[in-house]
C-alpha cells in the first residue's frame, strides 16, 4: 500500500481512491458507507478482527474478508460496508494498493442555545461573552445568535479551566445539560477554540443567527404622526442595536433625567429589555445583572454619574468577567456638557447612543456617540418628547408590552408641557385604555413627587408602580397615585405660598410678564418641590392669572431656573453669550426654547441674572409656544 506521496512523474495522480484519516473526536456521523478509511487493529477473535477509525468508531472485519492474519496494533486501510441499524459496522478490505490520504476533523452536529434540552449530550458553537472563576468551576458564557447559556468546566477548586480561552474567542464545547440550581447549564466535557476555515464558519453561521433574531418587531407608532416618521425609522435601527447588544451578552447601563419625561423613557425601555434579556438568557437573575437604569444628577452626564458608572462596568469584568456595557442616554447627553463625561468613558471603548428632546450640540456630542436621535436633528423640537419616543424603541424592542404602555406617552406629554399637535390623540389613546385626564396628570405629579425623594436612587418597584408599567396590582397602582399625588399638591401649594409675596414682577418691553424670585431666601428648602419645580409651579401659576406671556426666574446662589410662555427663549445660545459678555462667570447649562437651568459663580450673580433679563427682554413673542390653549 502507498500513501499520498507523488508517482515517478512528480504528478499527483487524483483519480487514486481517497483514504480517509479521521480526527479522534469523529464519529459515525463523520463516515458513510463505501469510504476508506486509515484503521488501527483492537482486538481478534475467532470470527474476525475489531478495528478502530477513531476513538469514538469501531467495527468488525469478518474473518471471510480477511486475507491475512492480524495483532493488535497493526494498521491497515478499510472500506465501511455496512452500517448496521443498531450500530453495528462491518469493513471490508479494498482492492487497491496506490491511494491518497486526506484528513478529515469532526462535524459535529451543532444544537442551537434556544433548543437545548435537559439531559441531552449536545455540541454548541458559539462566542464567549463571559468567563467567570468562582471557588470551584469556571464558568463561561457562550452565546450563538439564538441565546446565552452557560457552561461549567472544572479543572480542580478555584482553577482556571481551559487558560487560553477569552472573551470573543469562538468555541465548540460539547457536554451534558443539566439544571444547575434550576437553571439550565451544559456540564463542560470539551471545549475547543475554533480557528482557521472552521472559525470563520462559525462566525458567519453566528453573525446571521444574531442578525435574524435582532431584527425588530414590525409595528406602526401608537399614533399615526407624520413629523414621527423619520424619527421612527432610526428608532427601529436604534432598536435592532439594542436587541444585537443582548444577544452578544453585553451589559446595558440606562441613564435618564430624573423627572417625569426621563421616567416615562426609561421605564418602558428597561422592561422591554428585561423582557427580551430573559428570552436570550438561561439564566432568571440575567435581567437583574444585565440591565441597569440610574437617575442622572444634573439635566445633563456630569463626572460624578460617568465616575460610578466606570466604576460599576470595571468592577463586573474584573469580578465577573462581564464585557463592558453599552450606555443609554435619556432625556439628556445631547449637549456640550456631556462632552467630558463621554471623553472619560472613550478610554475604555464603552458605546454610548442618546435619545433626547433638549436642545443639541451635534458638532460637540456626536464624534463621541455611536446613534444620536433627537427631534432637533430631523427639523423638530422639544415638543416630541423623550417618553414618547422611548416608548417606541421599546415596542420595537418587545411588542407584548404595548397594552402595558399605551397611556405613557400622554404622561409624558402632559409631564414636559408638550404642545404637539398629536397631544390630543396620545390623550385619547390613554382614555381608551382606561386613563383619563386627570389620572394622566395626576401620574405625571406623583412620579416627580417619588423621582424627588428617591434622590437618584433607581426606585425601580416604586416607579413602576406609579407609572402602571410592569405593575402586579393595579389597586395599589390607584392607592399610590392618590395618596402622593396629593402629598405633591400640598407642597406646592405650600411652597408656593410661602413664595407669593417675595416675587418682582415687570413689564418688559415686549410686553412679556418677566417674574423673579430669589429661591435661597424664600423657599422652603431640602423638601418637595426642588428649585427646578418650584420655579415651574410658579410659572404655571402666573401664566394661568394673566394669559400673555411670561418669563420666570427661579435663582439661588449660583444657578438659575428659567421657563417661558409664549416667548421665545434660545437659551443655550444665551449661555454661550453670557460666557463671552461675562468672562470668568462660569456661565453653563442650557435646555429648549422654553425651559432650562444655568449655573455661575455665586459671586457674579447679580451681574449674570441682569444680563440675563436684558436678553430675554429682547426676545421675540411666539404665540406657537404659548401652552394656554387646552387639549381637547
Not at 439544571?179 to 475547543?192: K, N, P
Not at 416607579?463 to 406646592?492: P, Q, Y
Not at 453653563?588 to 425651559?595: E, R, T
Request: charged fraction near 30%; charge should be negative; aromatic fraction near 6%.
Amino acid at each position: 500500500m502507498t500513501d499520498d506521496s507523488a508517482g515517478d512523474s512528480g504528478v499527483r495522480e487524483d483519480s487514486r481512491p481517497v483514504v480517509y484519516d479521521l480526527a479522534p473526536d469523529c464519529t459515525t456521523t463523520d463516515i458513510a458507507s463505501g469510504e476508506h478509511y486509515h484503521a488501527v487493529v483492537n482486538g481478534v477473535v475467532d470470527y474476525g478482527v475489531f478495528v478502530d477509525i477513531s476513538d469514538n468508531v469501531s467495527g468488525l472485519i469478518h474473518e471471510s474478508n480477511l486475507d491475512r492474519s492480524y495483532d493488535v496494533g497493526d494498521r491497515l486501510v478499510v472500506t465501511l460496508d455496512v452500517a448496521k441499524d443498531n450500530g453495528d459496522l462491518a469493513f471490508d478490505l479494498p482492492g487497491f494498493d496506490d491511494y491518497r490520504t486526506e484528513l478529515r476533523d469532526h462535524e459535529p452536529d451543532i444544537t442551537q442555545i434556544d433548543e437545548l434540552a435537559t439531559g441531552e449530550t449536545v455540541t454548541i458553537e458559539g462566542r464567549l461573552v463571559q468567563i467567570k472563576q468562582t471557588g470551584g468551576p469556571t464558568i463561561f458564557e457562550v452565546a450563538d445568535g439564538t441565546g446565552i447559556v452557560s457552561g461549567a468546566a472544572f479543572e480542580e477548586a478555584g482553577v482556571r479551566a481551559y487558560p487560553d480561552a477569552e472573551i470573543d474567542d469562538v468555541v465548540r464545547i460539547t457536554g451534558a445539560v443539566e439544571l444547575h440550581d434550576d437553571v439550565r447549564q451544559v456540564e463542560i466535557d470539551s471545549l475547543t477554540i475554533l480557528a482557521g476555515e472552521t472559525a470563520a464558519d462559525a462566525n458567519d453561521a453566528i453573525d446571521a443567527a444574531l442578525s435574524e433574531r435582532a431584527t425588530p418587531a414590525d409595528i406602526e407608532p401608537l399614533v399615526e404622526w407624520p413629523a414621527f416618521e423619520p424619527i421612527f425609522d432610526d428608532l427601529v435601527d436604534l432598536a435592532e442595536r439594542l436587541r444585537e447588544t443582548v444577544l452578544a451578552g453585553r451589559p446595558i447601563r440606562i441613564r435618564h433625567h430624573a423627572d417625569g419625561d426621563g421616567m416615562c423613557g426609561a421605564t418602558p425601555l428597561q422592561l422591554a429589555l428585561e423582557n427580551f434579556i430573559t428570552e436570550v438568557h438561561a439564566d432568571p437573575d440575567a435581567p437583574e445583572h444585565l440591565c441597569k437604569r440610574l437617575p442622572s444628577k444634573a439635566p445633563y452626564y456630569e463626572m460624578e454619574d460617568v465616575t460610578r458608572d466606570l466604576n460599576f462596568a470595571l468592577e463586573g469584568q474584573d469580578r465577573h468577567g462581564q464585557k463592558l456595557p453599552l450606555l443609554v442616554m435619556l432625556d439628556n447627553g445631547s449637549t456640550e456638557e456631556d462632552v467630558p463625561a463621554y471623553r472619560n468613558l472613550a478610554h475604555y471603548d464603552i458605546p454610548i447612543v442618546v435619545l433626547d428632546h433638549h436642545h443639541p450640540d451635534p458638532e460637540a456630542v456626536d464624534p463621541l456617540l455611536d446613534a444620536h436621535i433627537n427631534p432637533y436633528l430631523y427639523g423638530e423640537d422639544y415638543r416630541i418628547t423623550t417618553g414618547m419616543m422611548s416608548v417606541e424603541l421599546a415596542r420595537l424592542i418587545d411588542p407584548s408590552i404595548s397594552d402595558d404602555v399605551e397611556h405613557v406617552p400622554a404622561v409624558a406629554g402632559l409631564s414636559d408641557r408638550s404642545k404637539a399637535d398629536v397631544m390630543p390623540r396620545f390623550v385619547f389613546r390613554a382614555n381608551e385604555a382606561g386613563y383619563d385626564r386627570d389620572d394622566l396628570e395626576a401620574i405625571g405629579e406623583a412620579l416627580d413627587y417619588a423621582a424627588h425623594w428617591l434622590r437618584y436612587n433607581e426606585g425601580k418597584t416604586l416607579v413602576n408602580d406609579v407609572l402602571d408599567v410592569g405593575c402586579d396590582d393595579s389597586d395599589r397602582h390607584e392607592r399610590l397615585i392618590e395618596f402622593l399625588a396629593e402629598r405633591a399638591e400640598r407642597d406646592v401649594e405650600r411652597q408656593l405660598d410661602a413664595l407669593e409675596p417675595h416675587v418682582e414682577h415687570e413689564r418688559l418691553d415686549s410686553e412679556a410678564h418677566l417674574y423673579r424670585i430669589d429661591l435661597d431666601n424664600f423657599a422652603h428648602r431640602f423638601t418637595y418641590p426642588a428649585p427646578g419645580k418650584t420655579t415651574g409651579n410658579l410659572h404655571d401659576r402666573k401664566v394661568t392669572e394673566t394669559g400673555e406671556p411670561v418669563i420666570t426666574i427661579g435663582y439661588g446662589p449660583d444657578f438659575a431656573v428659567l421657563r417661558s410662555d409664549g416667548v421665545r427663549l434660545d437659551i443655550p445660545e444665551m449661555v454661550t453669550e453670557l460666557n463671552e459678555e461675562l468672562p470668568g462667570s462660569g456661565v453653563s447649562g442650557g435646555g429648549h426654547l422654553v425651559v432650562g437651568s444655568i449655573k455661575f459663580v455665586k459671586g457674579r450673580r447679580e451681574s449674570v441674572i441682569d444680563l440675563l433679563v436684558e436678553k430675554m427682554a429682547d426676545a421675540d413673542l411666539d404665540e406657537s409656544l404659548s401652552s394656554t390653549a387646552p387639549l381637547e
